[in-house]
Nanobody
């Protein structure tokens, strides 16, 4: 059973920075982690994509965070990071990590972390 453990959320003032981390464990022998990403859900809104990082290939970002957020990953540790700069109040949300469990090139299922709160407020 894959588990995703997130960390790094908190309260920050507008214009500030935060770094989120998410470590995947329990993939099991013969399996691997594929695409990893970050999503967020603000109160009263649907969950939305923030950024994704395939195991190989280009990253993708929501237009609202381009130029401010950077996703990166450590494949050896099955860990994904989200560096968030120039934070705005509208970035306030619960941020969720997502990861795909792969068997070779076959995507078996997707897993979610428990979420970490990011609050941008003065």
């Amino acid at each position: 059973q894959v588990q995703l453990v997130e960390s790094g959320g908190g309260l920050v003032q507008p214009g500030g920075s935060l770094r989120l981390s998410c470590a995947a464990s329990g993939t099991g022998s013969g399996f691997s982690i594929g695409t990893m990403g970050w999503y967020r859900q603000a109160p009263g809104k649907q969950r939305e994509l923030v950024a994704i990082s395939p195991s190989t290939g280009s990253t993708n970002y929501a237009d609202s965070v381009k130029g401010r957020f950077t996703i990166s990953r450590d494949n050896a540790k099955n860990t994904v990071f989200l560096e968030m700069n120039s934070l705005k109040p509208e970035d306030t949300a619960v941020y969720y990590c997502n990861a795909d469990l792969m068997s070779g090139r076959i995507r078996l299922r997707s897993y979610w972390g428990q979420g970490t709160q990011v609050t941008v407020s003065s």
